[in-house]
Structures are given as structure tokens and as C-alpha cells.
């Protein structure tokens, strides 16, 4: 009885997916056996206004606040280093699978994808993997592709609203394609009981929820979509660089003062021949260094002056570019500015708080949405991902705190043994 039940109960999920099998059969096939699910709180559609990723994106590539911040941020979670852990059965098989990957999917390294998956979520908020079917069976996960954010959504009906399903989950997301791309037999097929509700457009794809893994920085509301970096300051950071390039005008200007020439004087009154011909001259500057006037043609430059409230309000909007981004301004600009040491360690002590906070939700959506439908999908055990101790702080600094340590009793050798071989870069 029960194997007839799980049996029909496949093929009701396997019709509602389309082309792909739903990877929580386990789980649902538990709520059901045990009880039927009864939920009666229901999502929306958020309609607070975003800011488009596009425009994220270009923040990032033309602002170097934002891109140094990033990239530092992504390169000492990267530099901690990670390991998976499973059983001694499937550790070949999942080392195999990522030292592999790309070779199907996206032309890149598994070290490549976790990175980029970081750098997405601070820059736009969300990061989208899709997971590869094997075509034959289209049950296995053979391979993993790392998505452009900003051509992603959730599949929405004509109106813009989410189209959900009796558990207030997505059905699917859209892809989105130039306009002159040929999409005509890609994506997925959009289940039958959703095909009147879901509206795409010419150039864009279905993809059902369970071939993609969503992660999301940090959300709001109903928890659809994440928050990056870099949005809670976008207006700052337009204002900064709008008044930066009008102060690199003002600077030019400064640097070629306007030069005005009076013609005449009490005795020489000036005729339009006569201011003509001086302006003549006058334009000659730019290439001649010497010039002859008569007395009554006087010369002087213009003085243009900046307004000392400029520089005030840059740095008061950096300030608030930077507090978005958590990195300790002397790190977020790169400057050799003197900084109090006491300040800058709590500082770094905070940001090693957020970059923690980042990696665990990131490692947490990881193992849920990749490592456990990997398992499933292919029939391998279970996985984790441990990452290591991200530190902001001189390794000198914390070698001298553990010594301490050592040396007070508190800590034994053995203890402190794989922090030392790591930091110089030996061998375990």
C-alpha cells in the first residue's frame, strides 16, 4: 500500500514540475503520510521600490569605494578557506563532481563559482546557481552554472505578481534574453496548472524552482528577494560621484582661469575692431607664451573658488556609502591616512562579524539548495560545507595572542598546531 502511494504520489509531482523532478519528494512525501499540510498565512508580492541590478552593476564597475569594499570583503572570505565533509563513500564522488565542474555547464572552477556567488549577493542582493540535469534521465546533477543576477526574476503573472504555489513557494523564475536572441525550445515547461497565470515575454525562459538555487543576502517582507550591499546607499553613491565630477570640473577651470581683458580707458575709447582684435589675441594663449598689449588694454585672470561645504558633504557621503558597505573606511578607500589602531581593531572585529554573518547564510542556502539535492538527485550521502576562521586582524597579532595562550597554560601546543601550519602555508 504504502509503495503504491509513494509511487502515484511521484508522478503527481513529476506532472506539476515539467521536465525536471522535484528534488523534496522526501520531505513532502513525509507531510503527507503524516498529515495533510494546512497553511493559512499567505505571501505578496513586495512592492517596495528597488533599484534596478543593472544599475547596481554599474555602481560597482564605476564607483572605487564599492568595488575595492566588495572585493576585499570576497577575497577574506575566500582566503579562509573551506572543506567538504561527508562520508568516506561519497567523498571521491562529490571531489570529482566540483573539481569537474564547468565542464558541462558555465566554463568555470568550483573555487570561481563560490566566489562569484559572494561577490552577486553583495552587489546585487541575490545570486542564482542552476542546477544540470543529465539529458537522458533528467534526475542526475552533472553539473552546476552560475547565472547573471540581474537577468533573473521569479515567473510572475501579466500584472508583476509571484506566482506561488498552495505553500506560498515560487513555481519557477524567468531568464531573460536580448531581445534578439532566439529562445524558442529553452527552459523548462511551464507546469499546466500555472500556464495561464505565468506571462512571458518574447525574450525570456521558464525554469522551474527546483533546478535553481536562490541565495539571498539579506531579505524583508516575505523573504522573496535579498538585499545587497551597495542599494542602501545607491542614492549616495549617484550624489558622490555627480559632485565629484563636477569638482574635477570646478578643478580644471581652476587650473585655466578665465582670462578677461579690459580695452580702453579714459582716453582710448574702444571700437569693435579693437575688443575683436584683443580676443583674437587672447585666444592665442593656448599656444603662445609671450603677447604684446598697449597700456590701455589691461589683462587679468578670473578666480574661480570651490565652496568649502563640497568636501564636507563628499565625506559625509562616503561615510554613509561606507557604513553600508561595513568596511573600515581606511580600508574601503585605501587611504594611508593615520588611523587609531584601537578604533580600526574594533573595526575589523566588526567586519569579521558581518563577513562571518555572510558566509553562514551563503553556506546555509548552499548546503539546503545544491549539497542536498546533489544527494538526492545522485544517490550520494549527505554533505556539509566547514568553512574557516575568517580574520581581518595581522597574523602577527594573532599568533602573539595564542603564544600567550601557550604560555599561560591555557592552551595546549597540539591546540594552537593547525593555525600555525596553515598561516605559514605548510603542510598538514
Not at 503527481?12 to 523534496?24: A, C, E, H, I, R
Not at 499540510?37 to 554599474?58: A, M, N, Y
Not at 522573496?224 to 549617484?238: C, D, H, Q, R
Request: glycine share 6%; aromatic share 10%.
Amino acid at each position: 500500500m504504502f509503495n503504491k502511494f509513494k509511487k502515484g504520489f511521484k508522478e503527481v509531482v513529476y506532472s506539476l514540475v515539467g521536465k525536471t523532478p522535484d528534488l523534496n519528494i522526501p520531505r513532502q512525501l513525509a507531510l503527507n503520510l503524516s498529515s495533510t499540510p494546512e497553511q493559512q498565512s499567505t505571501k505578496v508580492t513586495p512592492s517596495v521600490e528597488r533599484v534596478d541590478p543593472q544599475e547596481l552593476e554599474q555602481a560597482y564597475i564605476s564607483d572605487a569605494i564599492s568595488f575595492n569594499s566588495i572585493n576585499k570583503s570576497t577575497q577574506l572570505i575566500m582566503a579562509a578557506g573551506h572543506e567538504l565533509i561527508t562520508d568516506k563513500k561519497s567523498q571521491n564522488k562529490y571531489q570529482d563532481f566540483f573539481d569537474n565542474i564547468g565542464d558541462i555547464g558555465d566554463d568555470m572552477t568550483s573555487e570561481e563559482l563560490k566566489e562569484s556567488i559572494f561577490r552577486y549577493e553583495m552587489i546585487y542582493g541575490n545570486a542564482y546557481v542552476e542546477l544540470i540535469f543529465d539529458r537522458a534521465t533528467k534526475k542526475r546533477i552533472v553539473d552546476l552554472a552560475l547565472l547573471d543576477s540581474k537577468r533573473m526574476d521569479y515567473a510572475k503573472t501579466a500584472d508583476g505578481q509571484i506566482v506561488l504555489d498552495k505553500f506560498g513557494k515560487a513555481v519557477g523564475y524567468t531568464l531573460k534574453f536580448p531581445y534578439n536572441y532566439a529562445v524558442a525550445g529553452q527552459g523548462d515547461t511551464i507546469p499546466k496548472m500555472y500556464e495561464n497565470k505565468i506571462s512571458l515575454s518574447e525574450n525570456e525562459i521558464f525554469l522551474v524552482a527546483a533546478r535553481i538555487c536562490h541565495f539571498k543576502l539579506y531579505t524583508y517582507g516575505d523573504r522573496f528577494y535579498g538585499l545587497g550591499l551597495i542599494e542602501p546607499a545607491y542614492k549616495s553613491v549617484l550624489r558622490k560621484m555627480n559632485i565629484e565630477e563636477a569638482q574635477t570640473n570646478s578643478i580644471y577651470a581652476r587650473g585655466t582661469y578665465p582670462v578677461i581683458a579690459t580695452v580702453g580707458d579714459a582716453e582710448h575709447e574702444p571700437t569693435p575692431t579693437d575688443i575683436e582684435e584683443t580676443l583674437k589675441n587672447l585666444v592665442k594663449l593656448k599656444h603662445d607664451r609671450y603677447m604684446a598689449f598697449p597700456h590701455w588694454i589691461k589683462v587679468n585672470p578670473l578666480e574661480v573658488r570651490q565652496s568649502d561645504i563640497v568636501q564636507s558633504t563628499l565625506n559625509y557621503l562616503r561615510r554613509n556609502q561606507i557604513a553600508a558597505l561595513g568596511m573600515p573606511e581606511a580600508l574601503a578607500a585605501g587611504s594611508g591616512e593615520a588611523t587609531n589602531r584601537a578604533t580600526l581593531n574594533n573595526q575589523q572585529q566588526i567586519l569579521e562579524f558581518t563577513l562571518n554573518d555572510i558566509v553562514n547564510k551563503t553556506v546555509a542556502t548552499f548546503e539546503k539548495c545544491i549539497l542536498r539535492k546533489i544527494a538526492l538527485a545522485n544517490g550520494w550521502g549527505k554533505a556539509k560545507i566547514k568553512w574557516g576562521d575568517i580574520g581581518a586582524e595581522e597574523i602577527n597579532e594573532k599568533s602573539d595572542r595564542l603564544n600567550k595562550y601557550v604560555k599561560n597554560g591555557i592552551l595546549a601546543h597540539e591546540d594552537v598546531t593547525a593555525f600555525a601550519k596553515k598561516s605559514e602555508g605548510l603542510d598538514e
